[in-house]
């Protein structure tokens, strides 16, 4: 394999249970990985069946649904030609297991499962899943020459919790070198909590492309061009031969297709780190429930004390983060916009459209706040 590999990974909304729509926009963040010219798309955790289905994990329906979707993500001509990662349920020897899946031109190349569950706070995945205790973990598979790791994950929102996230994903890698992509669900998908993307790409524990923490978009990719040679260079001088005694070689799958070519030498590289940008939250939350609920906009009585001013200020920057949307195109936001009148009115009368965008100095609190 040659110096250059575009990678991708990706933030997507994915609803729990909607094995039709998690498909179209698993779908999507393929087209517009490979548009970007990427040979490996990573996603988030169960993106087929979505991440909050709870007790429906037990039931059979869920993974004859999963494995369906995975038929026709194989079928599927967006998926030739790129190394596709997608997360889905797995039942092995009547175990369920919580799986990441990779394929490519048809054909399904390793079924790996999650290691570590996820059983703090608001997370029982052990009620559901069963650990894997048969893999290696990412130090050992990077003094065994990986120099690519990826976490497809379901991380919701906390308050300073973006900070932990990005040290987690730097320090992967700040100690043994590597590529680290990191994917995450966004959106409530069924449940009480709203998880906030942020997907990134680190080299050497160095950010150099990140997604938005916040965004009312379903499907956000983030590509990145990166040199291996550089994490060739760094484990040179980090690393030393007797680390690796003892030691037992990861298992290779080998497959008739290179994330690079042979001459990239001269090619353009991403190797510029950049900070974490953050937004406010509970709006996106608002926005997301509001449609997944079907209502039509939200009730909010005054009383003028601390909650419902609060509450209020709140509703206001979802309206925000709407008009914003609205004012930069996005298709998603106004169809569901246009089946939901009541949520946002002004004083003037404006249209939704792409060319027309709403005035933000018209927006009353009273008047964002009906129903029907």
Not at 214 to 220: A, Y
Not at 240 to 257: A, I, S
Not at 282 to 304: E, K, M, V
Request: charge should be neutral; proline fraction near 3%; charged fraction near 20%.
């Amino acid at each position: 394999m040659g110096r250059k590999v575009t990678l991708a990974t990706c933030s997507l909304n994915q609803w729990a249970l909607d094995f039709e729509g998690n498909l179209d926009r698993i779908l999507k963040s393929i087209e517009v990985a490979k548009a970007k010219g990427a040979k490996y798309r990573l996603g988030p955790e169960l993106e087929i069946c979505g991440y909050g289905c709870a007790d429906h994990y037990y039931e059979s329906d869920t993974l004859l649904h999963s494995f369906e979707v995975l038929r026709k993500l194989l079928e599927s001509p967006v998926t030739q030609d790129i190394v596709c990662d997608v997360g889905m349920p797995i039942m092995h020897h009547n175990v369920r297991y919580n799986c990441r899946v990779l394929f490519l031109n048809k054909k399904i190349l390793l079924i790996r499962p999650k290691m570590v569950m996820a059983n703090i706070g608001v997370h029982r995945e052990l009620r559901w899943f069963s650990p894997w205790t048969k893999s290696s973990p990412h130090i050992h598979m990077s003094l065994d020459g990986v120099e690519i790791f990826t976490n497809g994950s379901a991380s919701h929102h906390e308050l300073c919790k973006a900070d932990q996230r990005v040290k987690l994903v730097t320090s992967a890698t700040n100690k043994c070198g590597g590529i680290y992509l990191y994917s995450n669900q966004k959106g409530c998908d069924g449940d009480r909590v709203y998880y906030d993307g942020c997907a990134m790409i680190v080299i050497n524990g160095d950010t150099v492309a990140q997604g938005t923490q916040f965004s009312l978009d379903d499907v956000e990719v983030i590509t990145a061009t990166l040199d291996l040679e550089d994490v060739r260079s760094y484990r040179g001088e980090a690393c030393h031969p007797h680390l690796e005694n003892g030691l037992k070689p990861c298992h290779r799958v080998k497959m008739d297709f290179s994330l690079s070519s042979l001459d990239d030498t001269s090619s353009r590289f991403t190797n510029q780190s950049i900070g974490a940008t953050t937004h406010l939250g509970p709006a996106c939350w608002l926005w997301d429930y509001l449609r997944r609920s079907g209502q039509a906009g939200f009730l909010l009585p005054l009383s003028g004390g601390l909650d419902s001013s609060s509450t209020a200020s709140i509703v206001f920057s979802m309206c925000v983060q709407i008009c914003r949307a609205v004012d930069n195109g996005s298709k998603m936001v106004m169809a569901e916009f246009l089946i939901r009148p009541g949520v946002i009115h002004s004083r003037k009368s404006s249209k939704l459209s792409s060319g027309n965008t709403v005035q933000m100095t018209t927006l009353k609190i009273s008047t964002i706040c009906s129903f029907d």
